[in-house]
């Protein structure tokens, strides 16, 4: 079973298209992030849910917008879609996003690759 | 603010020959520093970390790395690589917010390339 899927894996849309990327964990983790890998491999973290509720909001465009129906579930949804808002998203949970230790250690979804066209 | 750098984009290497991929943090508080692997088309995986304890940590796939505090390192090591090392490496550390949680900072990766 894998541990944090992503749906799509590929999506190839046009510019100023809404679109949708979903994420599911199964290991029974409070916190989930959106990352996103630009065409040079650089990740960065765009946001992050503890518990459903948004911990981390980095600078991202307001068409960006996270969504945390439950803990085990964290999707992000792009309006008006540019193109450069094409690259890989990645979805992780980790145990918890606070104090020390192991409870912090990030688990990656295997990406979802977004073309704008 | 804390950063992490990974000087080398681009490590070629013969398969069987040993390799360092380096890593350099800023950070003027307790570290908790992270490889990560990505495989072509493939999602990121923890090869190893270093939370606490022994300075040298060992991970997947014969992969170890050293935390050294002095030199604010924490390089990779493989004593042997093989052809399916091929992929990209991602050095992170651990960043505390003032909001009490934490996020991880990435380096812009390296690029391990191995050849027969």
């Known amino acids: 079973d894998t541990a944090v899927s992503q749906t799509p894996k590929y999506l190839v849309t046009q510019m100023g298209n809404d679109k949708s990327i979903k994420c599911e964990q199964n290991?029974?983790?409070?916190?989930m992030y959106w990352y996103k890998q630009d065409s040079k491999k650089f990740l960065k973290i765009m946001f992050s849910?503890?518990?459903?509720?948004?911990?981390i909001n980095e600078t991202v465009p307001n068409r960006f917008s996270p969504k945390s129906p439950d803990k085990a579930h964290l999707n992000l949804h792009i309006n008006s879609l540019e193109l450069g808002d094409s690259a890989v998203y990645f979805c992780?949970?980790?145990?918890?996003?606070?104090?020390?230790?192991?409870?912090?250690?990030?688990?990656f979804g295997a990406g979802t690759r977004l073309s704008v066209l | 603010a804390q950063s992490v750098t990974q000087l080398d984009s681009q490590v070629p290497v013969f398969e069987e020959a040993p390799v360092e991929l380096r890593c350099n943090y800023s950070?003027?508080?307790?570290?908790?520093l992270f490889w990560y692997v990505q495989y072509p088309n493939q999602g990121l995986q923890l090869l190893l970390k270093?939370?606490?304890?022994?300075?040298l940590v060992k991970g997947i796939n014969g992969f170890e790395a050293e935390f050294n505090k002095s030199q604010t390192s924490f390089h990779l090591r493989k004593p042997s690589v093989h052809i399916s090392d091929t992929a990209e490496y991602f050095c992170?550390?651990?960043?505390?917010?003032?909001?009490?949680?934490?996020?991880?900072?990435f380096g812009t990766g390296t690029r391990l390339l191995v050849s027969p």
């Open positions: 992780a949970s980790s145990q918890d996003s606070g104090g020390r230790g192991a409870k912090n250690i990030q688990y």
């Open positions: 290991l029974g983790h409070d916190t």
């Open positions: 849910y503890n518990n459903k509720e948004l911990i």
């Open positions: 950070s003027s508080v307790s570290v908790y």
């Open positions: 270093y939370l606490s304890g022994s300075t």
């Open positions: 992170a550390v651990r960043v505390g917010l003032n909001t009490g949680f934490q996020k991880l900072v």
